[in-house]
C-alpha cells in the first residue's frame, strides 16, 4: 500500500520536531540535490550462503552485514559501496550510511546518491531520518508500509546556505561525539550485567557464595543423606513394575566431580531429585480465552514473559497442564542457541503449558527456586549443547537427556540460603538495568533535541549574522535555490541535447544501411 496523503501534506501537517527549520532557509525536493536509485530484485537461485557478492536487503539497512550473497551476473549501477546512503523502504523507513564491503542493492532498498556540490552529504544524512520518520508515523495505520522512490524523491528537505550547512553538521558532530559516547558506555552495562549475573550463579552452584554460611552451620545433612532417604521413600511410594526403574535411576554413578564441592555436597542426576518430567499441550492455542498457555517465547532470561500470550478455553486441557506455583518449565525445542532455555513459574495467573516445554516435578528436598539457577548457568547451557539433537532448524533435548543433568546439590536449608542470596543479588543488578535503560532514553531524546535545535537555527550563528558582524556580502538560502535550480536547468537541457544528436546519428546510421 503506498502513501495516501502527499509528502508535502505530511511535512506540514507533522508535529515532528527535527521538521521545524530555521524561518530564513529555503526548501528544496529531494530530486532536485540527489538521484534515488531503486534496487533490484535479484533471482533466488543465484543466492549463496558464502560465495558470491553480499547482497544487501532491508535487514542489513543499518547493520553494515550481509548473511546473502549473490552468486551470478548483475549490472553495476545496483552496487553499493562504503560510504553510500541507503533507504530501507517498507518497515521503519531506515536510512543508513553503508559501512560494509561492496555489494547489490535488492528490491525494496533504494541508493541516495547527491548530484550538487551545494548540498552537504553529511547534513542531508542528519536531516532525513527526521522526514522518514515523520512519513512512517503518517503511514502506521496501513496494512502494508511501503515508500517509493518517488515518495523519497519529493521530500521537501531545509536547504540553508552551504556555509551553514557545514557549520551545522560540525556542531552537531562534536555533540553527538558526547551523546555517542555516554551510549557506547551504557550500551556496555547490560553485557556486564549478564556477566555479573552468570557469576552470581556460578558462585551459588558452587557454594562459594554461601562459604561463610557452611562454616557457621556445619549440622546440615549430607547431600548423599538426603538422597537416599528420598531413594527410600520413593521405593515405598511406587507400584512393584516401577521398583526395578528406580534401583536403576539410584544406581547411576555421576560423572562430575563432587570433591570440587564443599563437603556436605554431591553432584546429583536431576532425576534423583524430581518425580517426573511432563510434556506440555500439543493442542493449538488462540489468541483468546480463559487461560493463558505459556509458549518457549514466554521464557526469558530465567523469567516468564506475560507480554506475548495465547490461549485455551478447553476444560480438560487446563486440567491436566495446569502449573502449580514454583514449578520450573525448560525449554526443550527451540534454535541451537536457545534451545534449554528455564524458566520459574511462580503463580503469577492461571496458566497452563505448551509441548515444546518441560514441566519439572521436583521432590520438597530440591528448592525449585535453586534448580532455576542451576538451569540457567553457563554450567547448564555446556550441558545443553552436549546433549541436544539438531534438526534442520531447531534442537531438541528430551526428558530422559535433561533427567541426566548433574546437579550441584546440597540440603534445603543451603538451597534457601543461596536463593535468597542470589535474589538480592539480582535486585541489585536489576535496579541497575532499569537505571541505565533511563539513562539511555534520556541519551535518545539528547540526540533528537540536538538536531531539533539545530534545524531551527539554533545551534550556530546563521550565515546572516555572522556576514553582518564580519562586513562581508554572503550567498542567501534563496539565492542557493535559484543557482540549484539554473545548474540543474543547464544539466537538463545538455542531457536533453545529447539525447536528441544520438537519436539522429541511430537514424543515419539506419538511413546509410538502407542504400548500401
Not at 554461601?210 to 531413594?231: F, L, M, N, Q
Not at 493463558?292 to 517465547?297: A, I, N, T
Not at 534445603?412 to 535486585?427: D, G, N, S
Not at 533535541?449 to 549574522?465: I, M, N, Q
Request: net charge positive; aromatic share 8%.
Amino acid at each position: 500500500m503506498s502513501l495516501t496523503v502527499s509528502v508535502r501534506e505530511i511535512v506540514s501537517e507533522s508535529h515532528n520536531p527535527m521538521l521545524h527549520v530555521d524561518p530564513s532557509w529555503e526548501r528544496i525536493e529531494l530530486r532536485n540535490i540527489a538521484n534515488v536509485a531503486n534496487g533490484f530484485a535479484f533471482k533466488s537461485r543465484n543466492f549463496n550462503r558464502s560465495k558470491g557478492t553480499p547482497l544487501i536487503r532491508i535487514r542489513n539497512v543499518g547493520n553494515n552485514c550481509t548473511e546473502c550473497f549473490y552468486d551470478g551476473d548483475y549490472d553495476r549501477r545496483y552496487l553499493v559501496r562504503s560510504g553510500d546512503l541507503i533507504v530501507g523502504m517498507d518497515g521503519d523507513f531506515k536510512l543508513a550510511r553503508w559501512r560494509g564491503a561492496p555489494g547489490l542493492l535488492n528490491q525494496r532498498v533504494c541508493k541516495i546518491d547527491i548530484t550538487t556540490n551545494f548540498y552537504d552529504s553529511r547534513f542531508l544524512e542528519l536531516v532525513l531520518p527526521g522526514y522518514l520518520s515523520a512519513i512512517n508515523e503518517a503511514t502506521s495505520s496501513q496494512t502494508v508500509k511501503h515508500l517509493s522512490s518517488r515518495s523519497i524523491e519529493e521530500i521537501p528537505l531545509p536547504l540553508p546556505p552551504l556555509a551553514e550547512q557545514k557549520r551545522v553538521v560540525a556542531k552537531i558532530e562534536t555533540l553527538l561525539s558526547r551523546v555517542n559516547a555516554a551510549r557506547e558506555r551504557l550500551a556496555k552495562v547490560p553485557i556486564i550485567l549478564r556477566r555479573f549475573r552468570q557469576a552470581v550463579l556460578a558462585a551459588a552452584c558452587s557454594g562459594r557464595l554461601t562459604e561463610e554460611w557452611h562454616k557457621e552451620h556445619s549440622g546440615v545433612s549430607r547431600a548423599d543423606e538426603i538422597v537416599e532417604s528420598i531413594r527410600r521413600r520413593k521405593m515405598h511410594e511406587v507400584g512393584a513394575k516401577k521398583v526395578e526403574r528406580v534401583l536403576e535411576i539410584y544406581k547411576y554413578q555421576e560423572e562430575n566431580n563432587s570433591e570440587k564441592l564443599p563437603p556436605t555436597w554431591r553432584y546429583m542426576t536431576l532425576d534423583k531429585l524430581v518425580r517426573s518430567f511432563d510434556y506440555g499441550t500439543s493442542a493449538k492455542s488462540k489468541p483468546t480465552g480463559k487461560v493463558p498457555v505459556l509458549r518457549m517465547g514466554n521464557i526469558q532470561n530465567g523469567r516468564i514473559d506475560w507480554s506475548d500470550l495465547m490461549y485455551t478455553s478447553d476444560s480438560g486441557e487446563i486440567k491436566k497442564y495446569r502449573l502449580k506455583p514454583g514449578t520450573v518449565l525448560f525449554n526443550r525445542t527451540n534454535s541451537p542457541e536457545l534451545v534449554g532455555k528455564t524458566a520459574i513459574y511462580r503463580g503469577e495467573q492461571p496458566a497452563i503449558f505448551a509441548g515444546y516445554l518441560i514441566r519439572v516435578n521436583n521432590e520438597p528436598e530440591l528448592n525449585p527456586e535453586y534448580l532455576n539457577c542451576c538451569l540457567n548457568t553457563d554450567y547448564a547451557r555446556e550441558y545443553c549443547m552436549t546433549v541436544k539433537t539438531d534438526g534442520v532448524s531447531q534442537s531438541n533435548i528430551n526428558a530422559q537427556k535433561l533427567a541426566k543433568f548433574e546437579i550441584p546439590f546440597c540440603s534445603p536449608e543451603e538451597q534457601q540460603e543461596i536463593v535468597y542470596r542470589v535474589e538480592a543479588l539480582f535486585k541489585l543488578a536489576d535496579a541497575i538495568e532499569k537505571r541505565v535503560a533511563a539513562a539511555t532514553m534520556r541519551t535518545d531524546k539528547l540526540t533528537q533535541a540536538v538536531l531539533a535545535k539545530a534545524f531551527r537555527g539554533e545551534l550556530v550563528s546563521t550565515e546572516a549574522d555572522l556576514a553582518r558582524r564580519e562586513g562581508r556580502n554572503y550567498e542567501t538560502a534563496a539565492q542557493l535555490l535559484a543557482r540549484i535550480k539554473a545548474v540543474r536547468e543547464i544539466a537538463g537541457h545538455e542531457q536533453a541535447t545529447s539525447k536528441l544528436k544520438h537519436s539522429e546519428r541511430r537514424k543515419k546510421g539506419r538511413t546509410s544501411k538502407k542504400y548500401e
